[in-house]
């Protein structure tokens, strides 16, 4: 995975690294010449360019309202790609860090009920939420799973600030989330804000399937599985505004497929997890396999991440 140059980036100054629970750390980031931060809203992520190839996503979790500092939190994985150990062992206080964003793919809608629902990691975007709903007024109420009390970052902050809307539920006493009856607690037209490992947000997703006065939101921080039977076959592709049309080959994807034929366009991920490469579909029908639509945007099929997707039908125009 390759930077994209087109997405602005700029430099932030590491001004302070803490430990938050087992395994997860918050860091904390300024301008280094003492300016404002980059603004930005509930739900938002940023991207940390480790180097040209590496680049990896991670949630704001502190108040939006200040303009001193963006903080992230960050599980160290070790079985993951090697971002996290980073963050964990090399990066540190006094060091320069680059960074693209802020953007939001996890956008912060405004209602009278929410119930937010996290799984690890997870509680990271929803911090955010947490306090804008509680600001608004609200009604709202958080499940909050991990492995174990000591790995639940935040867990002690949120029990201190509220108490009685705060459900903890470490698995190793209390065992799986019990999705069901949070989910049947809530009204009708309670959005519902979920963000973990991916069995969580299958089991949230088909539960919310069955409850049509829930409006759902979730978000991912890897990619979801592309389906055994996927067929990745050649097809071809009109860009609309630079009036060529191109071929996607079977062994490639299709923003490879763009950028080969010298039309510039912003991208990071190529997991299909960030938004960045999101492209207008002006005609024709993309195989959607990205993380970030909704079911019902990727039913519209007016828009698509061209780092993972592809196209159901021989051809698509896309606005390029």
């Not at 639940?152 to 509220?162: I, K, P, Q, V």
Request: aromatic share 4%; with cysteine; charged share 25%.
């Amino acid at each position: 995975m390759t930077a994209d140059t087109d997405v602005e980036q700029s430099k932030m100054l590491v001004i302070g690294k803490d430990v938050l629970a087992d395994g997860v750390v918050a860091v904390r980031l300024a301008d280094p010449d003492g300016g404002r931060i980059p603004a930005w809203e509930a739900g938002s992520h940023i991207d940390i360019i480790i180097d040209e190839s590496t680049v990896r996503q991670y949630s704001l979790c502190g108040d939006p309202a200040d303009d001193t500092c963006l903080t992230i939190a960050v599980l160290r994985e070790e079985d993951g790609r090697g971002g996290s150990r980073w963050v964990h062992d090399t990066l540190q206080v006094g060091d320069l860090v680059s960074i693209a964003g802020p953007r939001n793919n996890f956008t912060f809608e405004a209602a009278d009920s929410y119930l937010f629902v996290a799984g690890g990691i997870g509680i990271t975007p929803l911090l955010p939420m947490m306090r804008a709903a509680h600001d608004a007024g609200a009604q709202w109420r958080l499940l909050y799973g991990g492995r174990s009390r000591a790995s639940m970052a935040f867990a002690a902050e949120l029990s201190d600030r509220y108490e009685d809307r705060i459900a903890l539920r470490p698995q190793d006493e209390y065992g799986l989330l019990d999705l069901a009856s949070a989910l049947d607690s809530m009204p009708d037209g309670t959005h519902v804000y979920c963000c973990g490992p991916e069995p969580l947000l299958q089991a949230i997703e088909a539960l919310c399937r069955e409850r049509e006065g829930l409006v759902l939101h979730v978000e991912r921080f890897a990619a979801k599985a592309i389906p055994v039977d996927a067929l990745d076959d050649t097809f071809e592709v009109e860009l609309h505004r630079s009036g060529s049309t191109i071929t996607v080959g079977a062994d490639e994807t299709l923003l490879d497929a763009v950028l080969r034929s010298g039309v510039d366009t912003p991208f990071s991920c190529r997991e299909g997890t960030c938004g960045t490469c999101e492209v207008a579909v002006v005609e024709g029908v993309p195989d959607h396999r990205d993380s970030v639509l909704t079911e019902d945007e990727q039913a519209a099929n007016d828009c698509m991440m061209i780092c993972v997707s592809r196209s159901c039908t021989s051809r698509l125009t896309l606005d390029l």
